[in-house]
């Protein structure tokens, strides 16, 4: 519990915790999990779909960036 008194872990803490959240609020898990077999059942080719499943990995994780930026 110390390391709740000092700054340095604090805003260590606070850090992980905001892109934690900010990852769960965007859906990363799940989207990523199904986003192929999405694409796919939305009539994507089947080549194309891992590389457009990269892509929103990307964009989540830049808004993933962004929301930790403003929340520090």
Same mark, same amino acid.
């Given at each position: 519990?110390?390391? =709740? %008194? ?5 805003? /260590? ?9 900010? +990852? ?8 990523? =999990? %199904? ?5 796919? /059942? ?9 590389? +457009? ?8 994780? =830049? ?10």
């Amino acid at each position: 519990m110390q390391q =709740f %008194y000092f700054l340095f872990g604090r805003n /260590q803490l606070i850090a992980v915790c905001a892109l934690y959240s900010n +990852l769960m609020l965007v859906g990363l898990n799940h989207i990523l =999990f %199904y986003s192929t077999i999405l694409l796919e /059942q939305a009539g994507i080719p089947p080549e194309t779909a891992p590389t +457009l499943t990269i892509g929103i990995f990307a964009a989540q994780l =830049f808004a993933a960036f962004i929301g930790v930026n403003h929340c520090i």
